[in-house]
């Protein structure tokens, strides 16, 4: 990580916006056809929230998250990543800090299947430059944190889909990153399942601060979620904050004692 990109990581404190997007608008123009997928998006998402995203297919959900986490350029407007412009970065200084600090988990998994569980765990340390050994100690400790140690040496074919979308956020969580951007996480899974990825994402938001966002077709995902924004038409339509009695899952609805003021301002502020 350069000089740069660790000052600027620095820089967010718990208060500050981890991103902030302002008037954003994303236009594709395929030659034949254009499509504004975005016509004026602002979103600030703070350290340590998990915002679900719900909108009708098509209406710029994807296109949103790839726009914010610089996956994609914006046509205009400007987003702010750890209060830093991200048009300052050099693309590789973007792709950088990308794989320093976003983790990313997919409807699909998107494992490799010649890759055993803790290969592809491995995989993006070994791209961001760790050596190979400490790689396969972050890995592990990664993979011990789905609570799939076991499974490391198996491949993705082997695997149930609520085994693969573990070894996925084990991935995301290799690089111990500031955000893990989540595009229909549980779009492929049963509901017992599902609420398992979920229950471990709300662990690690709890136990570790990571901040989610959740785009997601199903509200009993959402109202899990301490925000709620939802999309139609490129644009924002809603954008709310739950309160704590409808957004705590009922595992959560007794915390002890103790723990209870904190959470409440730690997670709906
Ligand atoms: P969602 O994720 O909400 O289903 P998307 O962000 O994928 O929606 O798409 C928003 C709009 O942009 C759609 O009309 C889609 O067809 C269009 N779109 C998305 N990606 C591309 C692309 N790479 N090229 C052209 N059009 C695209
Ligand atoms: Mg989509």
């Not at 592809?120 to 340390?125: K, R, T």
């Amino acid at each position: 990580m350069t000089a740069k990109q660790s000052s600027l990581l620095e820089q967010a404190d718990a208060r500050e916006s981890l991103i902030e997007a302002t008037e954003v608008h994303k236009t594709y123009d395929t030659g034949k056809l254009t499509v504004q997928a975005l016509k004026g998006v602002s979103l600030h998402i703070q350290r340590g929230e998990i915002v679900a995203i719900m909108g009708p297919s098509g209406c710029g959900k994807t296109t949103l998250l790839n726009c914010l986490s610089g996956l994609d350029s914006v046509s205009s407007g400007i987003v702010q990543i750890a209060g830093q412009d991200i048009r300052g970065f050099s693309d590789r200084e973007l792709t950088a800090f990308r794989a320093h600090e976003m983790g990313f988990v997919f409807q699909t998994y998107n494992l490799l299947p010649v890759l055993t569980g803790l290969e592809n765990v491995e995989l993006p340390l070994l791209v961001s430059g760790v050596s190979s050994r400490e790689a396969r100690v972050r890995a592990r400790a990664s993979i011990e944190r789905v609570g799939l140690l076991d499974w490391a040496r198996h491949r993705p074919a082997e695997m149930s889909g609520g085994q693969r979308q573990r070894f996925a956020i084990a991935r995301a969580l290799a690089t111990m990153p500031s955000i893990v951007w989540a595009d229909e996480p549980t779009g492929a899974l049963d509901s017992t399942t599902s609420q398992e990825i979920i229950d471990l994402m709300l662990d690690l938001n709890r136990e570790h601060g990571l901040t989610f966002v959740w785009v997601t077709h199903a509200m009993e995902v959402a109202r899990q979620a301490h925000r709620l924004v939802t999309m139609r038409d490129g644009l924002i339509e809603n954008d709310r904050s739950f309160k704590a009695e409808t957004s705590v899952p009922l595992a959560m609805e007794t915390p002890p004692l103790s723990s209870r003021g904190q959470e409440s301002r730690q997670s709906y502020d």
